[in-house]
């Protein structure tokens, strides 16, 4: 479950891959407050398209622990905190306290838990944890267009993530220059999500949180350039670790 590359140094290091927003499934006691929102479910606010498989490359890349979510966000959003007010979408938020803490009990605490824990057993062992939070993103929002192909977030008072994010973006200018990378974009790695609590918990020197976002007009469009970048993603990120352990 920890990493071990061959590259001088990178043994210190453990990869834990997640995937909070993988699919657009909604379990079946909840399965007729969607009946009529079949299309919602399908679009990317249900579901972050492309960013389970994205995942599912990243940890065969690099031998990590992975931890995925199929259940729809909007059920409840397993990125948000509690607390927070699109922790449920408005259609879960109608829901009495009762059957809400139900949802948060089956689906929401035990994904959250099984992350920190993963977390603090690396840490436990001498490793710093490089976390990579796999997402994706829409092309168009509010009428106005994304100007990225890839997205990298992380807290701007990271000393270690903000080195990392500038390393693998500069690696990824040099294998493909005509990919638009653009760090902190769409929004703001300093906000809310799993990455965020999990900084309140664990030391810069023991934990580096990055949410990978990827234009899902290169997901649903592009197919040759969404087959690339499931190569090109993870050999990137190994040269830049690589080049930020020296």
Not at 68 to 83: H, P
Not at 107 to 117: G, S
Request: charged residues 20%; positive net charge.
């Amino acid at each position: 479950m920890y990493l071990n590359i061959s590259c001088e140094g990178l043994s210190i290091y453990s990869f834990i891959i997640t995937c909070e927003h993988g699919g657009n499934l909604i379990p079946a006691p909840y399965d007729a407050l969607f009946r009529d929102e079949r299309a919602l479910l399908d679009s990317h606010r249900g579901y972050d398209a492309g960013a389970l498989l994205m995942a599912q490359k990243l940890a065969t890349a690099f031998d990590g622990a992975l931890v995925t979510a199929t259940v729809s966000r909007l059920l409840v959003d397993l990125n948000r905190s509690i607390g927070h007010p699109r922790l449920f979408s408005t259609t879960t938020r109608r829901l009495s306290p009762a059957i809400r803490e139900e949802i948060l009990a089956h689906y929401y605490r035990p994904y959250r838990t099984k992350v920190e824990a993963l977390v603090r057993q690396a840490v436990s062992a001498g490793k710093r944890v490089i976390h990579i939070s796999s997402h994706s993103f829409t092309p168009e929002l509010d009428g106005k267009v994304r100007s990225a192909d890839v997205g990298l977030l992380y807290h701007p008072g990271r000393d270690g993530e903000v080195k990392l994010c500038a390393q693998w973006q500069s690696t990824l200018a040099a294998a493909a220059p005509a990919l638009r990378v653009r760090r902190n974009y769409p929004y703001a790695g300093k906000g809310d999500g799993l990455t965020a609590y999990l900084r309140t918990h664990f030391s810069p020197s023991a934990y580096i949180g990055i949410e990978l976002e990827v234009n899902q007009h290169i997901v649903q469009a592009d197919a040759a350039q969404w087959t690339a970048l499931g190569a090109l993603l993870p050999d990137s990120l190994r040269t830049a670790c690589a080049q930020y352990a020296k």
